[in-house]
C-alpha cells in the first residue's frame, strides 16, 4: 500500500467575498473527489477571500500511480478554472 499527498496554494483573483471563494472551492472539491477517487479538502486559508489551501491524499497499490494521478489532477484544476497555483508540494 503507497500513500501519497500533495498540498496546493491557489490563488484566486476573481473572487471578492468568501461566499465567491467558496462556491469556486466547493465545486473544485466535489469535481476532483468524483473524477479521480481521492481524498480532498480545504486545509488552510479559510477566511483568506484570495487564497485557497487544498489537500489531497491518495492510496494505491502502485507507487508511480499515485504521482501520475495527481499530476493529472493539477492539470484538470489548471484546465477548468481560473485560479492560479501559487504553490504545490509533494508529500
Do not use: W
Request: one cysteine or more; proline letters at 2%.
Amino acid at each position: 500500500m503507497f500513500i501519497d499527498g500533495m498540498k496546493m496554494v491557489l490563488y484566486t483573483p476573481q473572487c471578492l467575498s468568501l461566499k465567491d471563494k467558496r462556491a469556486i472551492t466547493k465545486s473544485l472539491i466535489n469535481k476532483v473527489r468524483n473524477k479521480y477517487n481521492v481524498s480532498i479538502s480545504e486545509i488552510d486559508y479559510l477566511d483568506n477571500i484570495k487564497k485557497i489551501g487544498i489537500g489531497i491524499a491518495i492510496v494505491t497499490n502502485n507507487p508511480s500511480l499515485n504521482k501520475e494521478s495527481l499530476d493529472k489532477i493539477l492539470s484538470f484544476i489548471q484546465d477548468n478554472y481560473d485560479v492560479d497555483i501559487i504553490n504545490v508540494m509533494y508529500e
